[in-house]
């Protein structure tokens, strides 16, 4: 019997995620560890007008078909400036300037707004990944050349993926987050075993100062959470940014938290702040999302003032929340070498980059080269620091 040979793949660029069906893409997303590849997130950025070419955020995904039959996908932007990215390459776009060369438009593959480890391509698993990879790195090659784009950058990206893509000509720049990990926790109590006995006094006094103030913290998901909290979230979002600059910078809409509720709220923790005196309106509030044995925390505000609220709302409370209900890794966002105090050590992720002009390539290797040395130090010191007991600092590493 002869062997069937397979129709060919066809590459093709759309400028909108609502041109691929949602199944389809969803076939290929939903089977991942991260939730930020999936249609709904990424369709609810662009209808909310938060990742929008307007906003220097132009959707360019590159989709792999076999008749019609979609094989493979990569979420993909054309970015008019570096904000929202959270890995600060703004001294190369100033070192492309000073060198004629025109650094923006720049082609970004990741999750808009986004600083939590995950992205990759997206492959059916029946395809062969290295030979769709190498067709789709292919088509970023020729659609770059043709444009005259100076780079291509995949940022928080899979480490199960990394060695894949590197294999391709893509070289890694070296960063770090602040990652929890559930050691076999039965409980909170757990957790704070880790610590030495002054940082698990302080745990303590940090959540009692909550209480104090009568502050009720609850963790709501799914069904159970109020069609206007998601609404309120905003609010709390955008006083945030307000009072953090450019560091909070205001890129999600308020349609963007209304839709969630409306089509995303299973993946949903909020952790709202309510006063003994009024059970109707929050002070305050932390929104994280999660998906199989991984939580991620994402925004958070408050309009008042109120020691040690944040700790708990965004910290302490997840993490409980998670002991309870099988999460295995906790990110809480991007930032904040507090967090070490936390629990929360230092761990290593990665951006890939490929440089399409010569001049840029020839300085900023050696320079990645070097960084990635002084990154690695860096990681290594602060998980040294970690207000863990004898014994526990290999959760560390």
């Known amino acids: 019997m002869l062997k069937q040979v397979k129709p060919h793949p066809k590459a093709t660029w759309v400028n ?234 205001k890129y999600l809409t308020k349609q963007f938290f209304e839709l969630l509720h409306t089509n995303y709220r299973d993946r949903v923790l909020l952790v709202p702040a309510y006063s003994e005196q009024d059970n109707s309106q929050p002070v305050g509030m932390s929104f994280c999302l999660y998906k199989s044995d991984r939580l991620y925390g994402r925004y958070w505000g408050s309009f008042q003032e109120i020691d040690c609220l944040h700790f708990d709302a965004c910290y302490y409370s997840p993490i409980e929340w998670g002991i309870n209900n099988g999460i295995q890794l906790f990110d809480p966002g991007a930032g904040g070498r507090h967090k070490k105090r936390r629990g929360f050590p230092a761990m290593p992720n990665y951006s890939l980059h490929r440089f399409y002009n010569a001049r840029l390539q020839q300085i900023l290797l050696p320079y990645i080269s070097e960084v990635n040395v002084l990154e690695q130090r860096e990681i290594d010191a602060i998980n040294a620091e970690l207000p863990f007991k004898e014994g526990n600092q290999e959760s560390s590493t």
């Not at 060369?101 to 999750?111: A, I």
């Not at 043709?146 to 960063?175: Q, S």
């Not at 990990?181 to 002054?198: A, K, T, V």
């Open 16 to 249: 909108k995620i609502s041109e691929v069906a949602q199944v389809a893409w969803d076939a290929l997303a939903i089977p991942l560890k991260t939730p930020f590849l999936e249609w709904t997130w990424l369709h609810n950025l662009e209808i909310s007008g938060s990742a929008t070419a307007p906003n220097g955020w132009l959707p360019n995904h590159l989709t792999i078909w076999r008749d019609n039959t979609l094989i493979a996908a990569a979420a993909m932007y054309l970015k008019g400036h570096s904000q929202g990215e959270f890995v600060f390459d703004h001294q190369w776009a100033d070192l492309a300037q000073r060198i004629g060369v025109e650094y923006y438009p720049k082609l970004l593959g990741m999750t808009p707004f986004t600083p939590a480890e995950g992205y990759r391509f997206l492959i059916a698993p029946n395809e062969d990944e290295d030979e769709i990879t190498a067709l789709m790195v292919h088509e970023i090659d020729s659609f770059c050349k043709k444009h005259r784009i100076a780079t291509c950058n995949f940022l928080y990206v899979d480490p199960e993926w990394k060695p894949t893509i590197e294999k391709h000509g893509f070289t890694g720049w070296l960063h770090h987050s602040y990652i929890w990990q559930n050691l076999g926790f039965n409980n909170f109590d757990d957790y704070l075993g880790l610590f030495n006995s002054n940082q698990r006094r302080n745990i303590k006094r940090e959540r009692k100062a909550v209480e104090k103030v009568g502050l009720r913290l609850q963790t709501v998901t799914g069904d159970e959470i109020p069609q206007t909290l998601l609404p309120l979230m905003y609010d709390f979002y955008v006083d945030t940014c307000d009072k953090f600059g450019w560091w909070g910078s």
